[in-house]
């Protein structure tokens, strides 16, 4: 058994198409809607989220979160940039700012 089926948590992939995406994209909406969907619903409770390195994507998905629950700009890009470390993309941040 694994630590997800120990806890109880469900695994959802969605960035399969996103491997062999560019760093100068942006993560796609689709994608960032579909998190959005799962994260909001409580039956997908616990739930964890992560990227390969925890940064971008899970970054934006986080980013956009933090605007749904009314977080002000400056705070989600904090937060954002302090998980990111100097690999932090201007293209997120713009993402996330006109989400």
């Avoid at 799962?38 to 390195?53: E, S, T």
Wanted: charged content about 25%; proline content about 4%; overall charge positive.
């Amino acid at each position: 058994s694994t630590w997800l089926d120990d806890h109880g948590t469900k695994c959802i992939h969605l960035g399969e198409r996103m491997l062999t995406r560019s760093p100068w994209k942006p993560v796609p909406e689709d994608v960032i809607l579909e998190g959005l969907n799962l994260l909001l619903d409580r039956a997908n409770y616990p739930i964890a989220i992560m990227c390969g390195l925890g940064r971008h994507q899970t970054g934006t998905l986080v980013g956009c979160l933090r605007k749904l629950q009314g977080w002000n700009l400056t705070s989600i890009l904090e937060e954002y940039r302090r998980y990111a470390g100097t690999k932090q993309r201007q293209l997120n941040e713009q993402f996330i700012e006109l989400f």
